[in-house]
């Protein structure tokens, strides 16, 4: 099985993931910029096809990250997904983006039986959510993805560009202070629950939060 | 690529509207529009979150709706053409990302365009009043020369002159701050008139006395104006939010006499200041640019008596005014495609995919280079 997988809740990023070849990828591309999404991910995703020298055709499915993360950037990779799925005619997939962190995780020797997955959410806010592994088994999301200040997760051992942002206030591990979703481990959780004959998201984003918009009130009359 | 007749599909997520649109050469094919704004009603403006929001999941089932309207499968189709920019960032987004996948998924080149200019480009769609355009032995319709266009939605006001549709197109005069919708919606709520803002403030207006109180035309002193000679800075552009301001003012001061607030007499007289102040001006820049034929664009077209002073004044000035049907005169797709397959018939080269929407486009950028 042929996945094309794309993330862009935090950096942008795509991969052709398979369970038909050793090492399981056969390209990815990923940017360090958050805020170029709509600029750097059609390109990646034609130059990783061309170079991989895969067309639609080829693809058996796509896998998108629905979040969550900032929402402009969020919505460029959904965007993108859902159109290439619709003209390709093939299944699209959603995964809860911080899934990629903690299989990344899980296949490290930084692994625990249970900690957080912790991205920026701006606003002094960061986007969470706690799992746990058992051995030889795929990271169980427990609790999440929540928005919430650093000061107010559980104490855990922390994962992620999020956790290295707020070291102050939460157990960071070193190692992944820096890391960001990728869609390179999306694609390898989904082809793996695939297998395991476990369904998938749709690609509904999840935001998290409303929109900052309020209704107004009445006006005030002058008296 | 088919550069004499091109099938093109136009996508257009600038602001609450998701647009897709299809069009062979100067034949209008389909124009499939999917509006959020129910969604911003109980704000009293176009919230661009939601609006965003919107755009994505509207996005795909337009597409769909408008390939099985105009019976074109996208293999056939010969270029995309989308929105860039000016718009709300957030919104435009959603479009030229699916557009740029929508071109890596078909091969098919791609064009961003400019949203303004784009307004223009429905005037060459056949069928049309197409902005005085003329039509010979079957070739594709072309636009007067000496044409302006004037643009008034609630997201711009805007006075172009248009010397050539595919690379040549300036900027006379623009808002400075709210767009003339934009004021309209402010207004109805002051008012409790309800949103969109256009509609209901034009038809109460109907009832009133728009003579009865005297609202500001902003930019208008000579300080503003200067002469054909020596204009100056804001000759032709207009100013809103002043406006805005009197008319809460001149209600607080009923209020603060416990008088009933005269609405209809208010929303007349702001009605007029506004139509007042844009025919006028619009008018002046025509008359001092030589254009001859003016194409009006923008939702608040609508408004009927924009159009009725509009067009008694470039009348008594010897200018035509081209109105295109109110569907093309609102945002949409079909424009987009439009202004694309000129550029295709033009020979102008597709912009790739690597651009960015820009919310803040020069109306000089037509489209954007590869
Ligand atoms: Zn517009």
Redesign the pocket.
Known sequence: MLILAVDTSAVASAALVSDDVPEGVLASFSTEDTRSHAEVLAPGIQEMLASAEITGEDIDALVVGVGPGPFTGLRSGIATARTLAFVWGKPLHGMVSLDAVALEVAESTAAVPEFLVVTDARRKEVYWARYTLEDGRLPHLEDGPHVSFAADLPDLPAFGAGAGLYADSLDCHPEFAQEQPDALYLGQFALARLAAGNGLLDSTPLYLRESDAQVPGPRKRAL | MNRSQPLVLGIES??DETGVGIVRGTTLLTNTVSSSMDEHVRFGGVIPEIASRAHLDAFVPTLEQALTDASVTLDEVDAIAVTSGPGLAGALMVGVCAAKALAVATGKPLYAIN??VA?VGVGLLDGQDNGGGSRQNGAAPRLPENLGAL?V?G??TEILKINSITDDVVLLGSTIDDAAGEAYDKVARILGLGYPGGPAIDKVARTGNPKSIRFPRGLSQPKYMGTAEEPGRHRYDWSFSGLKTAVARCVEQFEARSEDIPVADIAAAFQEAVVDVISSKAVLACREHGIKDVLLG?GVAANSRLRELTSQRCASAGIRLHVPPLNLCT?NGAMVAALGAQLVMAGVEPSGIRFAPDSSLPVTSVSLPA
């Open positions: 600038s602001c949203h303004l307004h643009l939605s997201g711009h923008g945002d």
